[in-house]
């Protein structure tokens, strides 16, 4: 009893929860084993019980270090008490160059930073010298709230894998993106949410899934258009070619194409660089140097995995290790392979700095994990859990818990590392964003466990750093003044969503899911921090969900028994009903039919951004992901024959109908 009672004691001082409540009330106590598994990942071997007791007392003396060695700023001032170790000495305050701001002595066991008073929101480093020891600290120096919008906007969302048009090959493309961006902007929209645009595998079902990427700082060179590479490059004599369009899109067999048309260009580029395209080969040389970071190792994975596969935990063991001497090599032998990637990246780059030039509307995603084969777990991997992965526990919609088949990165390596990767991430996907919004916003508080190869009930939470994670957050989006959307759907804690719109983060609010019983919630009930919408990329379209195919999908592929589904159309019928006899009573039903009145009531919500899917504007009746499904649904290759005429009287419609429920489109309250 003494060894589990010291196993959870030393699990609760690391935020490993022994016991939770479930979404039934239930209080579920976490088998032993799942708890020695977390354990482990995070670097205690010896669980003995003198072991336990060793690294529980060394914790406990190490408390006051843990927490010294990161701090959160929110004034130009703040008392920190110091570590029992260190004794009077000198302290330093340094910028991001390294460069000393201020200086002063210190007398233990509090210490009073004070920041100069034009100093601005960022990272700072606290350094400690005393004749004991050296001792360091971030100081993250952040505001108290997020970049936000002023005034209330509109726009729409979708999969630009599932917009093609005539033009583009197979899959919609960086030049469909400009094109209804500027339909969007034509009609007075201010708002274009996109599914991830980063580089995925394209062979099985599980990964062509966006919400699973090789890496969140790479983007997929499958969307470059072309047509618009080819104009860089007038002296290539290339055809386009022509990529039949499925019914389904095929990722394999369009990236096949479009990479060997890529490829030919490249070798043009790099046979002439020193000639016709010597100043383009400046510019991309420009782009390597200044972001070689992130784009050369990355762009080394892609070359290895050409030749050895896209797991890089089936490579030798050198390569798996990253032992320098044998990346060095490697990438000495296969300079062409590496620039090759590195310039499919500058492609993109330059493609998207075009789009937005002039107008920033686009709503990038963040996933919250990424693929464990793939680029950034390669690269992370000493920061990564490998034996556990990322799920949800039972609830009533998926009574076996859910696996989402990532690592989750170790909370104590990442706030060791200070956040470097979380820093570079969120500035690498605000690079082009007008918004950002955040998959599983949850994550940044707790994240469950799920022992490798073991069942969802079998998990437990992990916490996580919060109040520093939502610090680099607030201070990154005033940074790139870029608005955050949480996706804080489902069995989310009331003082999360709380905290969200303190920090004016964006929660979500779903039509479908803002109801009391079966009665929607009235307009003024959603508040004004957040983002309203009828559905997301994981439920049916609008006219899919009153017709309940969504439902009858899922009894078909056995998901559902004949029972279940019967109580499920029920229950959509009802509310069906009583959205008409509420959209009538509110005055928002006039005549026409209930999408409309819909639009009415997005148009009289208080929140910040409303946003309608583009499946729902044309009418689209095929639910782009159906969640508990891999090979058994076409996850993510759907696709809509795109007319951007068709779009644009749409998107028309729509703002005036925005415009007359909402005010005045140039000058308003509202839009």
């Known amino acids: 009893m003494a060894w589990e009672n010291i196993l959870k004691a030393l699990a609760t001082q690391c935020g490993i929860a022994t016991a939770y409540w479930n979404i039934q009330g239930v209080y579920v106590q976490v088998p032993l084993e799942t708890i020695v598994t977390c354990l482990e990942a ?194 290539v004599s290339l055809s386009i070619p022509h990529t039949l369009r499925k019914d389904l899109i095929d990722y394999e067999e369009v990236w096949r194409v479009k990479d060997s048309f890529l490829q030919k260009i490249f070798q043009a580029f790099w046979e002439k660089r020193d000639t016709s395209f010597a100043l383009l080969w400046s510019e991309f040389q420009e782009f390597v140097d200044k972001e070689k970071d992130w784009l050369f190792p990355s762009s080394l994975y892609q070359a290895i995995a050409l030749e050895k596969g896209l797991d890089w935990r089936e490579w030798p063991t050198p390569l798996q290790k990253r032992d320098t001497d044998a990346l060095t090599s490697f990438a000495k032998d296969h300079e062409y392979e590496v620039s090759y990637f590195a310039f499919l990246q500058w492609l993109i780059h330059r493609l998207l700095k075009k789009v937005t030039a002039q107008h920033r509307i686009l709503c990038f995603d963040l996933p919250i994990g990424c693929a464990p084969s793939g680029a950034e777990s390669w690269l992370a991997q000493d920061k990564l859990v490998f034996s556990c992965t990322v799920g949800a526990p039972p609830d009533d919609f998926s009574p076996e818990g859910q696996n989402w088949g990532f690592h989750p990165f170790s909370p104590l390596r990442i706030r060791e590392t200070r956040y470097v990767d979380f820093i570079a991430l969120l500035r690498f996907n605000m690079r082009f964003a007008r918004f950002l919004r955040l998959d599983h916003i949850m994550g940044l508080k707790r994240l469950f466990w799920i022992p490798e190869e073991k069942n969802a009930s079998l998990g437990t939470y992990v916490a996580y750093p919060f109040r520093e994670l939502l610090a680099i957050l607030t201070l990154e989006s005033i940074r790139n003044k870029v608005t955050l959307i949480g996706e804080d759907l489902g069995t989310v804690p009331r003082f999360l969503r709380s905290v969200l719109q303190r920090s004016s983060i964006l929660s979500t609010r779903v039509f479908y899911f803002e109801r009391d019983g079966y009665t929607p919630r009235p307009p003024e009930k959603y508040p004004r921090k957040s983002y309203a919408t009828l559905n997301t990329h994981d439920m049916p379209p609008f006219q899919a969900f009153l017709d309940g195919k969504d439902i009858s999908t899922r009894m078909a592929l056995g998901i559902l028994s004949w029972e279940e589904a019967s109580l499920l159309l029920a229950d959509r019928r009802e509310f069906i009903t009583r959205c008409f006899e509420k959209l009538g009573e509110w005055g928002f039903l006039k005549g026409d039919d209930l999408f409309f009145a819909l639009l009415r009531f997005l148009a009289a919500v208080p929140s910040l951004v409303v946003s309608i899917s583009v499946d729902d504007l044309l009418g689209s009746t095929f639910q782009l992901n159906l969640p508990g499904t891999v090979g058994e649904y076409p996850n993510w290759r759907h696709w809509l024959a795109l007319d951007l005429k068709d779009l644009k009287d749409r998107l028309l419609q729509v703002a005036r109908l925005f415009c007359s429920e909402g005010g005045n489109s140039s000058d308003q309250e509202g839009f």
């Open 42 to 235: 995070m670097g205690f071997k010896d669980l003995s019980l003198k072991g336990l007791q060793e690294s529980l007392e060394e914790r406990k003396k190490k408390s006051d270090e843990l927490s010294f060695s990161v701090h959160v700023l929110r004034k130009h001032r703040k008392r920190l008490r110091l570590p029992q170790n260190i004794g009077p000495g000198e302290a330093f305050v340094l910028d991001e160059r390294g460069e000393v701001l201020v200086s002063f002595p210190f007398e233990p066991p509090i210490l009073e930073v004070t920041l100069p008073q034009d100093a601005p929101w960022g990272y700072y480093t606290l350094l400690l010298l005393s004749k004991r020891n050296e001792v360091s600290s971030l100081l993250i120096f952040s505001p108290h709230e997020a970049y936000l919008e002023d005034r209330k906007i509109w726009g729409i969302h979708g999969a630009l894998s599932a917009l093609v048009t005539e033009r583009s090959q197979g899959i919609g493309d960086l030049k469909d993106l400009e094109e209804i961006q500027n339909a969007v902007l034509e009609s007075g929209g201010k708002f274009l949410g996109i599914l991830p645009l980063h580089l995925t595998a394209k062979k099985t079902p599980e990964e062509i899934s966006p919400y699973l990427p090789l890496s969140r700082m790479l983007f997929d060179p499958i969307y470059l258009p072309l047509e618009e590479v080819l104009a860089l490059f007038p002296e």
